[in-house]
């Protein structure tokens, strides 16, 4: 523990990747409040082998959006790290979204899910709109959206499962929700283990993945006030998290009403999620506590 008075400079790691070394914009409006509470910070790219990771005071997992493709070299990382948050167990759990049968288990609402290992066969259902995917992935890379209705589409689908399956990855299809369209989804965010802030995200997919996504797709992001039923189930979502809430700096859950009108769980984002701090005057303040808290 780090004591408020000390002289010594007290050094935090924001850890993003060799795409955005400088961090994600968003990252950079902790700069200033940081340094408001004398805590020197420093941009530290993850599989960078000259980080001296030991020489900080805290490490704080954020925009390390390149590890879905060496999710075990990733891990292998974090379980090496000292004073990581989130921490490394969280960060090994999370990284795979099997995680979402664990919360299906604890009683929370989540998106209907269809597995399909390498060596599965799948053909897709005759009628409907489906979301494909491998659950090793992060800024919607390698993710498509297919009309079952139409043949071109299925076509497509087929060779995106496939894909995916000679790669050895598991693969996730869901239904897509039609109130994506209208209502859009909702991440709800927790900092320092208290509800800060939500967002809504417009319609992110608009077809067939083209393998054309770099890092992230583009998100159309605006400040929204979180609903009583959303909230609740972030909640149960937070409460079945191996180890308890407790241990976690940030949390991000997302959002999409079902058919029924009531909220299904995404994805529980614990280890690299977008904070969205621009859209809320106080994120970036209540953030700098979450982690000043850990410090003293």
């Known amino acids: 523990m780090i004591d408020a008075a000390?002289?010594?400079?007290?050094?935090?790691?924001?850890?993003?990747?060799?795409?955005?070394?400088?961090?994600?914009?968003?990252?950079?409006l902790l700069l200033g409040p940081l340094a408001d509470r004398a805590v020197s910070v420093a941009p530290a790219v993850w599989d960078d082998p000259t980080v001296d990771w030991a020489s900080f005071d805290l490490v704080v997992l954020r925009s390390t959006w390149d590890y879905a493709s060496r999710r075990a070299e990733f891990v292998a990382w974090a379980d090496r790290v000292p004073r990581l948050v989130n921490p490394a167990e969280v960060v090994t759990w999370n990284t795979d979204k099997r995680y979402l049968r664990e919360l299906e288990s604890g009683g929370v609402p989540v998106v209907a899910t269809t597995w399909i290992e390498p060596?599965?066969?799948?053909?897709?259902?005759?009628?409907?709109?489906?979301?494909?995917?491998?659950?090793?992935?992060?800024?919607?890379?390698?993710?498509?959206?297919?009309?079952?209705?139409?043949?071109?589409?299925?076509?497509?689908a087929a060779t995106h499962v496939a894909g995916l399956q000679a790669a050895g990855r598991l693969v996730m299809v869901q239904p897509y929700l039609p109130a994506v369209d209208s209502y859009g989804e909702t991440a709800v965010l927790f900092l320092g283990g208290e509800y800060s802030h939500s967002i809504r995200k417009g319609p992110l997919l608009g077809g067939p993945d083209l393998g054309d996504v770099e890092l992230y797709r583009a998100e159309e992001i605006t400040a929204r006030l979180p609903t009583p039923s959303e909230l609740s189930v972030a909640e149960k979502a937070l409460?079945?998290?191996?180890?308890?809430?407790?241990?976690?700096?940030?949390?991000?859950?997302?959002?999409?009403?079902?058919?029924?009108?009531?909220?299904?769980?995404?994805?529980?984002?614990?280890?690299e999620p977008s904070l969205f701090l621009s859209t809320s005057s106080a994120a970036a303040d209540r953030l700098a506590d979450a982690i000043f808290d850990r410090l003293v």
């Open 239 to 271: 409460a079945v998290v191996p180890g308890g809430p407790d241990q976690l700096l940030y949390a991000r859950i997302d959002l999409i009403p079902g058919l029924d009108g009531e909220p299904l769980l995404v994805e529980l984002e614990l280890t």
């Open 119 to 156: 060596g599965d066969t799948w053909s897709m259902p005759a009628e409907g709109e489906w979301v494909i995917k491998p659950a090793v992935s992060a800024g919607g890379k390698d993710t498509g959206r297919y009309d079952a209705g139409d043949p071109a589409q299925r076509g497509h």
């Open 6 to 28: 000390t002289t010594r400079a007290v050094q935090v790691a924001l850890v993003t990747c060799s795409a955005v070394p400088d961090l994600d914009p968003d990252d950079r």
